[in-house]
């Protein structure tokens, strides 16, 4: 059997749905992450576009942060 080493990351994936008010998907929707510096402060540090059922995911490299994710109708 082939042994499986895990290692403590301090990456993590974040990933998500998004939908109209109406609950069909939000396609093609603008998906902004943003790392909190302080309370007047943040900085992008990503963006992507939904897919056609709304899902989107980032790959995120400090899990010991705070993150504001917004959401923007598609295109």
Do not use: C, H, Q, W
């Amino acid at each position: 059997m082939k042994e499986i080493k895990i290692e403590d990351s301090n990456e993590f994936l974040l990933s998500g749905r998004v939908f109209y008010n109406n609950g069909l998907p939000a396609s093609k929707a603008l998906i902004i992450v943003e790392k909190i510096i302080d309370v007047k402060s943040r900085k992008v540090l990503d963006f992507t576009l939904s897919n056609d059922d709304g899902d989107y995911i980032f790959l995120i490299e400090d899990k010991n942060i705070s993150y504001k994710i917004s959401a923007y109708k598609g295109l």
